[in-house]
């Protein structure tokens, strides 16, 4: 009994794991992707893809704050529900004795303004209309309304920081900056789905060649043991081949440990799930082209972000000095308020005859004695900015030096990729020829096995110059934002991101 119902639940496992494999089977898609798909599905679904987009929407926001300070804005204030009720100390004016009355009242304000910003002096200019409400319940009962139904209020500072004119100079350039880092993340999803794609690659080679090799090395032990019977090989080179079909097979179990954990990783960065197999194609070399390190300088300073980068550090020390000068210096600040007011028990009477009102006024600070902190701050500023200029020089000769050895770089691989060609099917050949003397007995185990591990060494090569003349070929892509295959400057439509 115990036994039979042993055997079902053995059948029941046997049957779900049948369904469950059977249902991952039909639903695996397949897709034969070459280097250019894959980067171009990298491109459009990748998380880093989403990543470098939601990177320049909040750059894009930015801007558009920047840009909203500068036009009218229309703002209303209330304060509302203002109740109060103490003892306030009042002194008679004529005795002098002082008394504490009782005060006892709720205050009430709206105001709606116009307010508008100007970039050129640093000062605000607004239109206001107010209305206030006083009730008072004691010491004694009263209602009391304020109108200001139109002010025309001015607020300048002189001889100060002016904000406004450092962030017309900064903001422009932060977002051309954006724009330019935008389309160099999108490079380097080049770069990267490139050296995944090839990571995959070489795993599937090597998983190829593993089993090519095993196929081939069992046909060898095969052909030496009957050639053992007849002693024309010793049995330390049969054993030698022995022990190289389990390293074959070894190399088999590797080979599917590493394909399967690359394709984990390209299918992860293209942004598909487990059932969808990718079959990857060798991809070609590139056109045979020598680029002009000159050329791919003025393009890199003109194109990239690293420049205006640098524009911008030197800016930020720029601002830091100008702050720091006028917040030691003299500051003073110019206020007119021109317009009407009016007051009244009921509210139609705030609107009646009403008073003109101007207010004028100019505040000054100087500090006098600061022991030094005004100007300490002026010449840590001034340091900072002597370091941004020194490290700005430093940065802009280091980034010459990348982009020359990158043209370099570049400019040889074509040579290396035609030579591990050439080198790859001359190896496959001396194979092939090695075999089939090893099957007539004319040359030993060693010879096979050293034919066998340069061709295997030829492919593994050809396929690194290959990845590695990619790589180059996407890493001048980014620095210069130029494509020297098509001959066309990379860019992209900014509204369409800022649409979706």
């Known amino acids: 009994m115990v036994r039979i119902a042993f055997l079902t639940l053995l059948t029941i496992i046997s049957v779900n794991g049948f369904s469950q494999e059977q249902n991952l089977r039909l639903n695996e898609h397949r897709l034969r992707m070459t280097l250019e798909e894959a980067i171009s599905t990298a491109r459009e679904q990748s998380p880093a893809a989403m990543i470098a987009k939601y990177n320049f929407l909040a750059g894009y926001w930015r801007y558009r704050t920047y840009k909203a300070k500068f036009l009218p804005s229309l703002n209303l204030n209330a304060s509302l529900g203002n109740y109060s009720r103490y003892l306030a100390k009042l002194q008679d ?16 304000s709206l105001s709606l303004s116009v307010d508008q ?5 640093g000062g605000t200019l607004s239109l206001t209309s107010s209305l206030n409400r006083l009730d008072q319940f004691a010491p004694y009962d009263n209602l009391t309304y304020n109108s200001a139904p139109v002010s025309l209020v001015y607020s300048q500072p002189i001889n100060g ?53 095993y196929a081939a090395t069992q046909l060898s032990v095969s ?42 990783k390209l299918r992860s960065y293209l942004g598909y799930n487990e059932s969808v197999i990718i079959e990857l194609i060798m991809p070609e070399m590139g056109p045979e ?23 911008l550090d030197m800016l930020a020390a720029r601002q830091e000095v100008a702050e720091a000068k006028s917040n030691a210096g003299l500051k003073a600040n110019l206020f007119a308020q021109f317009g009407v007011n009016q007051k009244g028990e009921k509210l139609a009477d705030t609107y009646r005859n009403p008073m003109d009102q101007e207010i004028v ?5 100087l500090p006098i004695l600061d022991w030094g902190l005004g100007r300490g701050k002026i010449k840590l500023a001034k340091s900072r900015e002597e370091i941004a200029k020194t490290q700005i020089e430093q940065t802009e000769s280091e980034y010459r030096q990348e982009i020359l050895i990158k043209v370099m770089q570049f400019n040889n691989q074509n040579m290396q990729c035609s030579i591990s060609a050439r080198n790859d099917s001359i190896a496959k050949l001396r194979y092939d020829i090695t075999m089939e003397r090893f099957k007539n007995g004319s040359i ?26 990619w790589k180059y070929f996407y890493s001048i892509r980014k620095i210069s934002l130029y494509d020297y295959f098509n001959k066309k400057e990379i860019a992209t439509d900014f509204n369409l991101l800022t649409e979706n």
């Open 289 to 311: 082209i020598q680029l002009d390190y000159s050329d791919v300088l003025d393009r890199a300073l003109r194109n990239s972000s690293a420049n205006l980068s640098n524009e």
């Open 361 to 365: 006024g100019l505040s000054l600070s």
């Open 444 to 469: 030993s185990v060693t010879e096979l096995n050293t034919a066998q591990t340069e061709k295997d060494n030829a492919v593994k090569r050809y396929i690194s110059d290959l990845n590695n003349y």
């Open 161 to 213: 920081y002016n904000s406004f004119r450092w962030e017309k100079m900064i903001e422009p350039k932060q977002y051309e900056r954006i724009q330019k880092v935008y389309l160099e993340s999108m490079e380097s999803i080049n770069i990267e789905a490139a050296e995944r794609f090839f990571s995959v690659l070489s795993a599937q080679k090597n998983l190829e060649m593993a089993e090519k090799n």
């Open 223 to 264: 052909i030496a043991e009957k050639r053992y019977e007849i002693g024309s090989i010793t049995n330390n080179e049969l054993l030698q081949l022995k022990m190289s079909l389990y390293n074959a097979q070894l190399e088999i179990n590797d080979g599917k440990m590493n394909f399967e954990s690359e394709m984990l």
């Open 93 to 108: 004016a004529e005795t002098g004795k002082f008394n504490y009355v009782e005060n006892n009242n709720m205050s009430n």
């Open 117 to 121: 910003n100007i970039g050129l002096t």
